[in-house]
């Protein structure tokens, strides 16, 4: 339906919607929510995309601000948010007896959640809304259990049966979520965290991969984007969450550290880490010298071996490194006049300097008055991609380079090394005082080789007093399933019925789990009442009236 005003009318309706929006937007940014958060946009660019369905405060965002409550408390108190990934309602609702924010991993929807129904590993080749929809589903969980519980303590009479119920348990935990690299450009990055916000994710992380090559983080062949790509992520997912009215928590994650790869030279911030070639004899580059030998069919390991000679001889650096070999080479130079030389030079370019290539070989011919061949081109592998060589430093630059955008920042490691740790805490801090970080708990870490017992039992503490306040083991929810019905498996082929009564109905029993009772667990008296309520007081087919089972658990928790 044409909306019948004439322009002058419209026009000005319109202006007056839009200046008192815009100073909506504005008030609510000048909140101390955001004093660490940099938009490179005006309230005005996200008045105009709103539309005029009135303001919503959409469930997600509730949970956005409770998840900056509890972080917000974790940081004062030097504590920390520790969890794991979840991957159904059993999961959360135990969860949130103990834990404060609950996880959602890629890596397990990847195995287990697909919306396609296809299981595989964690490439984040599933379709976009796979993470998003187990959001939803765990979400609605959390929701209903919320429920069923307010009913039941919000219908007591007195303090001596609210009481007898002990204590109550918060089932609205905030959700973190993956989004990995954003399932493409930038507009699938809108629409992904659009998702999210609507399903009910209080904060979800990016990595700073291509999302067409993603790999699980503990995997080989990482390949980064380039820095300035990954801030433009983190921008388009908190312009989304603008239009959204939405405070989303942002986790940047960076694989740098271990990333081989990079899909383009154009950041300056990148050249320190870009990997070239330096011997000036190279007839081919890398694709060429494959190329041609596919043609004259090498396959396999052929292949492989004609890689690795040729890498062996391109005399793969960093420039710095070329740097210092080509000084060190020159036999005029004496040794303590070689060590300056290095010195000046890595005094200006560094990982964390920031310094373009073209900058950093002027410095070089200025201090040794030629120029250094160099050629990032010719390793780049048969993809197209660039080599790189990430490491610690490199992901404090990115970390650095991304804190503004997001609320926490986090490294990717493949190892749980507490020296590591410290440097990328003090790294980042440096720079960022009060920035927040995460850590991964991974379970891809051999952790009984990593540390001893007591490290163990202490680990997570000691980084929370480094500043790494949301900590979790990504696959904990997928582990304990596998190892609890392996166990349960095995032992109920043997024993029969003894195994379920013994080993699980008692133990729940023993433990206090309220799934025991899992009609109960399962809201059937919830929903009893509603379905008396609907039946004018009583129900002949109420579920959990005379007759029903669970009776047999009367007197158990
Ligand atoms: C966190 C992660 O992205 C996930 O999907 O759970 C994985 C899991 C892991 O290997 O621990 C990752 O780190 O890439
Ligand atoms: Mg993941």
Known sequence: MPINTDPTTEFSEIQSKLQKDIQEIEQWWSSPRWNSTKRNYTAKDIALRRGTFPPLEYPSTVMSKKLYGVLTKHHENKTVAQTFGAMDPVQVTQMAKYLDTIYISGWQCSSTASTSNEPGPDLADYPMDTVPNKVDHLFKAQQFHDRKQWEERASVSSVEELAAKGPATDYL????????????????????TKMFIERGAAGIHMEDQTSTNKKCGHMAGRCVIPVQEHINRLITIRMCADVMNSELIIVARSDSEAATLISSTIDTRDHYFIVGATNPNLEESLAETLNNAIAKGASGDQLSSIEKQWNEKAGLKLF????????NNTSTLSESDKKSIINKFNSKVGPLTETSHREASKLAIELIGHEIYFNWELPRVRDGLYRYRGGTQCAIMRARAFAPYADLVWMESNYPDYEQAVEFAEGVRAKFPNQWLAYNLSPSFNWQSAMSVDEQYTFIDRLGKLGY??????????HTTALAINNFAKDFAKD???????????????????????????????IDGILKLAQGGVSATAAMGEGVTEDQFKSKL
């Open 496 to 526: 029969g019925m003894k195994a379920y009564a013994q080993n699980v109905q008692q133990r729940e029993m023993d433990c206090g789990v309220d799934v025991l009772k899992h009609q109960k667990w399962s809201g059937a008296e919830y």
């Open 173 to 192: 935990t905030p959700i973190i979520a993956d989004a990995d690299a954003g399932h493409g450009g930038l507009t699938a990055v809108y629409k992904l």
């Open 320 to 327: 710095h490194e070329a740097f210092a070999d080509e000084v």
């Open 469 to 478: 306040i949301w900590q979790f083991i990504t696959l904990a929810g997928l």
